[in-house]
């Protein structure tokens, strides 16, 4: 029987890294994409999967990783993304907001459209794009990712309903407050003192495995199972302006 094979966007680092462990361990091919060679080629030898180096807001390149994908698959994990900058919109940086959108929104959507074909042909596929629950709310500073996000939730659902007569299931899984090595950091330009802080106080914030885990379980339902959102959030947090933080960390 030839394995099952999946695609996740954004691999090389975080939560992408993670997912693309725990569907190898699931027997998937898995499909490693990202702009860092270096990086998804570790990890693929790591996993026995392929790396293809892909940047998701260049048509051309996605055209590539479409070819290297080739006629079917089973699993697309739309991962890629991220935040630049926490401005408040009297100070927006323009530049920054296009660069949201550009990877949360039109990366996903190019992606998706190139390999929905492929998805098709395996007669059960999945796509589980990753939001936030930033998608869900709004909070001061973060008008551009928070716009990002919504927009990644809301093509989610549109394309849940444009596909509703295929055998394609369109899923999204939205962390909340997750302690990766680069998110904060690239949010911040590199500052790791502003990074840390995000987290400061907060004994168990989400890791990677524990939304790699999830996604895993989403992609992972029998073929007329469709999990719309699964919203995951650590303990501490209950609500995106209500976390419970200890001093002394
Ligand atoms: N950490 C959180 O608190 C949190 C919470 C909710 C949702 N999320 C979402 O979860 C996803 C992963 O976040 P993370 O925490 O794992 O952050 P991360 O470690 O910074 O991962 C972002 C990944 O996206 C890739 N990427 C960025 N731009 C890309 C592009 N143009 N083309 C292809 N790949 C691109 C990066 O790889 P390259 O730089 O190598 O291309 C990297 O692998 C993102 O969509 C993020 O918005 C994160």
């Not at 992408?16 to 462990?21: D, E, L, V």
Request: glycine residues 10%; proline residues 4%.
């Amino acid at each position: 029987m030839t394995s099952r094979l999946a695609v996740v966007t954004g691999a090389s680092s975080g939560i992408g890294a993670a997912t693309a462990r725990h569907l190898a361990r699931e027997g998937f091919e898995v499909v490693c994409a990202a702009r860092r060679a270096d990086r998804i080629e570790a990890l693929a030898a790591e996993i026995g999967g392929r790396a293809v180096v892909c940047d998701v807001t260049s048509a051309e390149s996605v055209a590539g990783l479409a070819a290297a994908v080739g006629p079917r698959l089973d699993v697309l994990v739309n991962n890629a993304g991220g935040a630049f900058g926490l401005s408040p919109v009297a100070e927006a940086d323009a530049d920054e907001w296009r660069r949201m959108y550009d990877v949360n929104v039109l990366g996903l959507m190019q992606v998706t459209k190139a390999l929905l074909p492929a998805l098709v042909a395996s007669g059960a596929g999945v796509i589980v794009n990753v939001g936030s629950t930033a998608g869900r709310i709004a909070y001061e500073g973060g008008a551009g990712y928070t716009a990002a996000k919504h927009g990644t939730k809301v093509v989610t659902e549109t394309l849940r309903l444009e596909l509703f007569d295929q055998p394609v299931r369109v899923c999204e899984v939205a962390p909340g407050m997750v302690r990766t090595d680069e998110f904060a950091l690239t949010r911040f330009g590199g500052d790791q003192a502003r990074a840390d802080a995000v987290y400061a106080g907060v004994a168990e914030p989400l890791v990677a495995d524990d939304v790699a885990d999830a996604i895993t379980w989403v992609a992972t339902r029998p073929p007329h199972v469709n999990i719309d959102e699964l919203v995951i959030k650590p303990r501490a947090q209950a609500a995106a302006h209500k976390v419970h933080r200890v001093s002394g960390d």
